[in-house]
């Protein structure tokens, strides 16, 4: 899986849009790009994921680079409930069994009142 | 849809005793389960991969007699502690992959709280 790299930090002030950024410089044509999140305490949740299009889900939309070298995450009304940690992560399709989810440091987001 | 569910969510217990943590998909089957392990301030690190009707496969540094998993059916994983010591305490969590068409996603559960005292 390729390596990504994302802020460590992050604040937003609640109702405006966060942006979070990922670099993925040396993914390959067959690698998605996924998103979770993890709330303190919390098993991390599935947010969106993407190949090569944008997408956009309830949840987020998800801006690729055509050279698909970075991505955006993006909440579009932020709220309080949205401060967690946000991990990006590249990762092929499955083929077998081996196609765990490799977890970095992740951006921890702070929603501000 | 895609839930995960974990039980119990959290457990303390003496040392040197067993505990089984059970991770289910609620809503879907999965063929395959992953069990993480998470310290505090630290991100999730992968123990094992779990398969539907054969032998786990285990991280390098994981000890498989110690942490025995058991995938029985297309919709449950458990995960023993065997002699559980306080360095075995930690956040545990279990994902299981959905697979419908073009989309492969893993959905995590809430995590399972292990302290032993």
């Known amino acids: 899986d390729a390596k990504t790299t994302q802020p460590p930090s992050m604040d937003c002030a609640e109702g405006r849009a966060a942006n979070l950024p990922c670099n993925h410089s040396t993914i390959s044509g067959n690698e998605y790009v996924y998103w979770y999140r993890q709330i303190h305490s919390q098993g991390p949740q599935y947010i969106i994921h993407?190949?090569?299009n944008n997408e956009t889900n309830e949840m987020a939309s998800l801006i690729i680079t055509e050279d698909r070298k970075s991505s955006t995450l993006i909440l579009p009304h932020a709220t309080l409930r949205d401060t967690a940690v946000y991990y990006c992560i590249a990762q092929a399709p499955g083929s077998g069994s081996a196609r765990q989810l490799t977890f970095g440091s992740g951006t921890q987001l702070t929603v501000l009142p | 849809g895609a839930v995960v569910s974990q039980h119990p969510s959290w457990v303390i217990c003496k040392s040197g005793t067993s505990v089984k943590i059970e991770c289910r998909s609620l809503?879907?089957?999965?063929?395959?389960m992953f069990w993480y392990r998470q310290f505090p301030k630290q991100s999730l690190m992968l123990m094992a991969t779990s398969n539907e009707g054969s032998k786990a496969t285990y991280e390098q540094g994981v000890e498989k007699d110690k942490f025995l998993i058991n995938h029985a059916s297309l919709t449950l994983s458990t995960l023993t502690v065997t002699s559980a010591h306080p360095e075995d305490s930690s956040f545990y969590i279990c994902s299981a992959r959905a697979v419908s068409g073009k989309y492969d996603t893993q959905y995590f559960g809430p995590g399972t709280r292990l302290t032993v005292l």
């Open positions: 809503d879907f089957q999965a063929t395959t």
């Open positions: 993407g190949l090569k």
